[in-house]
């Protein structure tokens, strides 16, 4: 396969890309120049941010996932290295305040929406991989459940299947299940999934 396009302008570490309803492209990483988080926003088409935001970071953190709730806010997940917990902040459309959403717990900074609303968490805590389920508007999981091998990033689609990259495979887990209905062996080392919008 060939890439349609490719941006490189004010690329730096890259951690995460998404894209909104709109097809702008957001992307965080980590500027290692002065060791900030950063988001750049693509608007659709372009090879130059049209803005670049600094993100609140907490020592020793890094951008860990990305995903837009059903108002179009962008959430994004802050892995704290060492210390096996997540920030999660919240960007409103048009704003360039990141609000942090308090949640109690979270287990690291790969995130994933469901169409429900429920916000998961993902990280590696010292007995292994897991994964927190808030609900909508919730900053104490319902629930939380082990996964095999450390948490690269998530994703889940309209029907609400959670599925879970890990750095050899992928785990798929139907809603509300606690052990996965399919594993996807990959070869090499995975760096992040998603889902086509076509199907």
Request: a negative charge.
């Amino acid at each position: 396969m060939t890439p349609f396009r490719t941006i490189t302008d004010g690329i730096v570490n890259v951690d995460n890309v998404a894209a909104d309803s709109e097809q702008d492209v957001y992307v965080a990483g980590i500027d290692t120049s002065n060791g900030t988080s950063f988001l750049e926003i693509y608007p659709k088409g372009a090879l130059k941010p049209s803005e670049t935001l600094t993100m609140p970071q907490t020592p020793l953190a890094a951008p860990g996932g990305l995903a837009f709730d059903g108002t179009g806010a962008l959430l994004v997940g802050e892995g704290v290295f060492g210390r096996n917990v997540s920030i999660v902040y919240r960007l409103a459309p048009g704003s360039q305040t990141f609000t942090n959403l308090g949640l109690h717990k979270a287990p690291g900074g790969a995130i994933a929406l469901d169409g429900s609303g429920n916000l998961y968490v993902g990280g590696d805590l010292p007995d292994g991989g897991t994964v927190a389920v808030y609900p909508p508007n919730s900053q104490t999981a319902s629930r939380t459940f082990k996964v095999h091998g450390d948490v690269v990033a998530l994703t889940a689609d309209a029907s609400g299947d959670l599925y879970v990259a890990t750095p050899t495979s992928v785990e798929v887990y139907a809603p509300g299940a606690s052990k996965p209905s399919t594993t996807l062996t990959i070869g090499g080392n995975v760096g992040g999934v998603a889902l086509s919008s076509q199907r």
